[in-house]
């Protein structure tokens, strides 16, 4: 690749350049606050969620030492490569429709990597991939009382234009970037700027009350429906077909019992057919 066109890609993420052409009503048109690093910008934005920052406020690093994924996993933040993000929301909805957020924002992130020309898939429920390997996530955290919702952190990871060198090698066979994957280097803020709009898009829709709709672009974006899959839950497991969402936003897997598990948080394995062991293969 053209190394000029590394510099170009690689320049910091200002407010000013992302506001710059930002198509977007609410989401960045608040304070955007860009760190070169971090420990999370989730961290970061609960804390100014805590202290009042409206919604859409954005918090952005250009790096992160302690990066969090789902799981308690680290999510590697090299500097200048990727998107790491947190957006602030203030949601009209009810805690138990929570899980919806996660969804919510998986369609707005593949659908803004659509627009590179790739065919991103989702993996229930937060992972954004690339045929087997993972390129973005979303780790969504809430702070509620009772009955309200007081905010929900909606934090963004994407590998842009990360290196295989800078994954750790355990994850090397896992992982990808759009560079990785395109052989081209994209502009993070153009990308950025994409995922704020997509993301004020879908989560319009959220707050209107028509998951259907979204749920309904998820299921065209998905991988994990109709699989066999393996589901660690925190103190047991689960096997069976991943049969459908529900209108909460749960992961509905039959297993060989025929019994159905209704899964709200899980690390879902995706099983080869071989896998499957003792149904007919399919
Ligand atoms: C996952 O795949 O499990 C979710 C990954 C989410 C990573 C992003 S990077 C920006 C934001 N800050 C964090 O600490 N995590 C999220």
Known sequence: MDPSLDNLYATSLSP??????????????????????????NSEAKRLARQGAPEGTIVLAESQ??????????????????????????????????PRITLTAGVALAEALQDTGLT??????????????????????????????????????????TDLEDFP?????????VRLSTGKAISRVGLLQTCLYQLEQWYECLCQGS???????????????GRWVEVSLPESSVAGVA??????????????????????????????????????AS
Request: charge should be positive; include cysteine.
């Open 16 to 41: 000013q350049a992302i506001k710059k052409g930002l198509n977007t009503r609410r989401l960045g048109q608040q304070p955007i606050y860009c760190f070169p690093v971090v420990e999370s910008t």
């Open 65 to 98: 030492t302690k990066g969090r994924g789902r799981l308690k996993r680290l999510w590697v933040s090299p500097p200048g490569k990727g998107l790491y993000l947190s957006v602030i929301l203030r949601p009209p909805i009810p805690p138990q429709l929570g």
């Open 120 to 161: 991103p898939k989702l993996k229930w429920p937060n992972d954004v991939m690339l045929g087997r390997r993972k390129v973005g996530g979303v780790l969504t955290e809430a702070s509620c009382s009772e009955n309200a919702i007081s905010f929900v952190v909606v934090g963004v990871g994407i590998n842009v234009n």
């Open 169 to 177: 090698t355990s994850i090397r066979n896992l992982a990808t970037s």
């Open 211 to 225: 998951f259907a709709t979204i749920l309904e672009s998820w299921r065209r974006h998905e991988m994990t429906l």
């Open 243 to 280: 049969e459908d969402i529900d209108s909460h936003g749960a992961l509905l897997v039959r297993d060989k019992g025929g019994r159905l598990h209704r899964i709200l948080v899980g690390d879902v394995v995706h099983c080869r057919v071989q896998d499957r062991q003792g149904l007919p």
